[in-house]
């Protein structure tokens, strides 16, 4: 069985470009997660889909940051204008029951604004 | 205040070793507690998972939570090399929203 997939593995921008993030979940997982880690910092939430429904984006730093979910499959984050402050590794978990505690995740999208 | 807190480490040990990692945690919503582990250029896997306050034993591992203290650990028992990885702490009061901590890097030397 494929895990979680995320596409690119690393993105290099300059400050005020576009960057989209792509996570394909696990095949029949319902609940997507996404999370950043800043350097040196805990992983953090951003927000949870389930299917295609956004369960909880209070995660989301500000309204630069835009994820979707068409379909109830793979997901997107994009974020325009990209920031310094946005660098860091972006994690996509998904999980097919999140009362067992196992999210799913996959290898991360490394982040560089320059 | 961050909602858990852990120490980020690095804790170098030779091989066989007990080794002992902790959170504390702030908000006493939380019921559900997860240890993850976290391989260089990996995302993190699920070791152990706790609910409410207890001890639970799988294998070498050990987790241990004290809610009155809002404190967990993790204990490791004849650590191998290839235990060594990054470990992270995590909880929730509703599996919508995990919280983790920073991670601590572990090094077990051969």
């Known amino acids: 069985e494929a895990g979680v997939t995320q596409f690119p593995s690393h993105s290099v921008i300059e400050k005020g470009q576009t960057v989209t993030l792509r996570c394909d979940p696990i095949?029949?997982?319902?609940?997507l997660y996404w999370y950043r880690r800043v350097m040196g910092k805990e992983i953090k939430f951003l927000l949870h889909?389930?299917?295609?429904?956004?369960?909880?984006e209070s995660g989301m730093p500000n309204n630069r940051f835009l994820a979707e979910r068409t379909g109830g499959t793979y997901s997107t984050l994009k974020v325009q204008p990209a920031e310094l402050e946005d660098s860091g590794v972006y994690f996509c978990?998904?999980?097919?029951?999140?009362?067992?505690?196992?999210?799913?995740f996959g290898e991360g999208s490394r982040l560089t604004v320059l | 205040q961050k909602e858990v807190e852990q120490d980020p480490g690095p804790l170098s040990v030779p091989e066989g070793a007990i080794v002992s990692l902790n959170c504390t945690y702030s908000?006493?919503?939380?019921?559900?507690f997860m240890w993850y582990r976290q391989y260089s250029r990996k995302g993190p896997e699920l070791l152990m998972y706790?609910?409410?306050?207890g001890n639970k034993e799988d294998g070498r591992f050990t987790a241990q939570v004290d809610k009155s203290s809002k404190y967990i650990s993790l204990f490791i028992r004849d650590s191998q090399p290839s235990d060594s990885a990054t470990y992270l702490c995590?909880?929730?009061?509703?599996?919508?929203?995990?919280?983790f901590g920073s991670g601590t890097k572990l090094n077990v030397k051969p």
């Open positions: 978990a998904s999980s097919q029951v999140p009362r067992t505690g196992e999210l799913f």
């Open positions: 095949s029949g997982h319902d609940n």
């Open positions: 889909f389930v299917k295609e429904s956004k369960q909880d």
């Open positions: 908000n006493s919503a939380f019921q559900y």
């Open positions: 706790t609910y409410s306050s």
């Open positions: 995590a909880m929730t009061d509703n599996f919508n929203k995990f919280y």
